[in-house]
């Protein structure tokens, strides 16, 4: 869904299309949502059934239904995260999402979630804490900066119409390359080495077998290279 709503969206900004930018942006949150939904959905209501396909072991079942309930919480946090680094990727805004990615993930996710785990003695669960609350601060800033940024487009679309108007394209004045007579010459490129390396192939092989071989071999790779 990030994929393609980088995609989408980059391609309406194409085309000069910001009212089309805007409904891909939110249709790709609301489809995001759904499947997020539908996986927390499924990791909840079955967070104590789904370990027992794996252990029998009560005191594992007991903490993997924990750390499920985190993931499933977790699909929230992250599905709009990186569906706002998208979305901000197709209007080609990489170096402040950037910034705001590191201070999400390193400056606040890891911290928290140590604290959650070593001071508050929440164990693993804590640091899935961590990692929800990072990247829930990650997808609110990539999403006000997305909003902020659609409000400069307008402008930063008339700058990009008023710069190409008129102005001539920089190979404008180059011919069309002849790709047949240059896959031509490659292709006879290519045969004559093959044949030098046959010939040389032939040739080292000649010094270890017998003179009647060495005499029928020879002169044949050598007059199609020569």
């Known amino acids: 869904i990030g994929a393609a709503t980088t ?3 980059s391609h309406q900004l194409g085309k000069g299309d910001l009212l089309a930018v805007r409904m891909a942006s939110n249709a790709s949150i609301h489809l995001c949502l759904l499947m997020n939904t539908i996986g927390a959905v499924f990791m909840i209501s079955l967070r104590h059934q789904i370990p027992m396909l794996f252990t029998q072991d009560a005191a594992v079942i007991d903490i993997a239904s924990k750390l499920i309930l985190c993931a499933g919480l977790f699909q929230y946090a992250d599905g709009m995260q990186t569906i706002g680094a998208a979305m901000l990727r197709g209007i080609t805004d990489v170096k402040r999402p950037m910034i705001y990615a590191f201070v999400a993930y390193i400056l606040i996710a ?3 979630g140590i604290v959650c785990m070593f001071p508050l003695k929440m164990g693993a669960p804590g640091m899935w804490i961590g990692f929800i609350f990072g990247l829930s601060v990650a997808a609110v800033l990539f999403h006000f900066r997305f909003r902020k940024q659609l409000q400069r487009l307008p402008n930063r679309l008339t700058e990009n119409q008023r710069s190409t108007n008129g102005a001539p394209t920089e190979h404008s004045d180059m011919l069309p390359i002849p790709y047949r007579y240059l896959t031509r010459t490659l292709q006879i ?7 030098t390396l046959r010939a040389l192939s032939c040739l080292i092989q000649s010094f270890l077998w017998s003179k009647r071989k060495r005499e029928r071999l020879l002169p044949r790779y050598a007059y199609r290279v020569f």
């Open 7 to 9: 995609i989408r969206v």
């Open 110 to 112: 890891l911290p928290v």
């Open 189 to 195: 490129l290519c045969r004559h080495l093959a044949d």
